[in-house]
T-cell receptor, first 116, second 113 residues
Framework: GAGVSQSPSNKVTEKGKDVELRCDPISGHTALYWYRQSLGQGLEFLIYFQGNSAPDKSGLPSDRFSAERTGGSVSTLTIQRTQQEDSAVYLC??????????????FGPGTRLTVL | AQSVTQLGSHVSVSEGALVLLRCNYSSSVPPYLFWYVQYPNQGLQLLLKYTSAATLVKGINGFEAEFKKSETSFHLTKPSAHMSDAAEYFCAVSNTGRRALTFGSGTRLQVQP
């Protein structure tokens, strides 16, 4: 079956522009995560959606970052007024989100964002 | 709160030699522990996981890891390195209260012929 997909695979933008990154989770997965992988900060958690619950936004680095998950499926990560330090690979993951116990996270291939 | 420390950002071994990648964790509740591998220009792939069952966990490609609560460690080993094992390896922790993964800084494994 289809895995997690992300688009675009690469995005080059100018400092100050807004960007939108998209994630299509595995069908039936109620949990969705965004992570960022950068040279300076390694792999870091950004935001977590679980079903209809309020998202866990504790990893968002600034108020320029926001994310939505429409209809419990597709998610969009938006970065406003991009800065050069936003350059990174943005990874999306999804899982079944079952209560109790462990749910394996499946990762997408990532979107490489370059801010000039 | 939870955290992961990976000792050694770069490890180099000879082909056929033992691979040992170190991971220590901190968690205020029983943890779930993971090792992921990332090949160049590829996504993250789960190697193995500890989720409170057996403390010695076997994963793909001949890797295994042992959960040692007393040492708060989850080191990754492989008896005999292959050239194809060259990649970056990440240790990660989560728990039932915090599902998001907290990653270590990664260890780049180089395998010499």
């Amino acid at each position: 079956g289809a895995g997690v997909s992300q688009s675009p695979s690469n995005k080059v933008t100018e400092k100050g522009k807004d960007v939108e990154l998209r994630c299509d989770p595995i069908s039936g997965h109620t949990a969705l995560y965004w992570y960022r992988q950068s040279l300076g900060q390694g792999l870091e958690f950004l935001i977590y959606f679980q079903g209809n619950s309020a998202p866990d936004k504790s990893g968002l680095p600034s108020d320029r970052f926001s994310a939505e998950r429409t209809g419990g499926s597709v998610s969009t990560l938006t970065i406003q007024r991009t800065q050069q330090e936003d350059s990174a690979v943005y990874l999306c993951a999804s899982s079944l989100g079952l209560a109790g116990g462990y749910n394996e996270q499946f990762f997408g291939p990532g979107t490489r964002l370059t801010v000039l | 709160a939870q955290s992961v420390t990976q000792l050694g950002s770069h490890v180099s071994v000879s082909e056929g030699a033992l691979v040992l990648l170190r991971c220590n964790y901190s968690s205020s509740v029983p943890p779930y522990l993971f090792w992921y591998v990332q090949y160049p220009n590829q996504g993250l792939q789960l190697l193995l996981k500890y989720t409170s069952a057996a403390t010695l966990v076997k994963g793909i490609n001949g890797f295994e890891a042992e959960f040692k609560k007393s040492e708060t460690s989850f080191h990754l080993t492989k008896p005999s390195a292959h050239m194809s094992d060259a990649a970056e390896y990440f240790c990660a922790v989560s728990n039932t209260g915090r599902r998001a993964l907290t990653f270590g800084s990664g260890t780049r494994l180089q395998v010499q012929p």
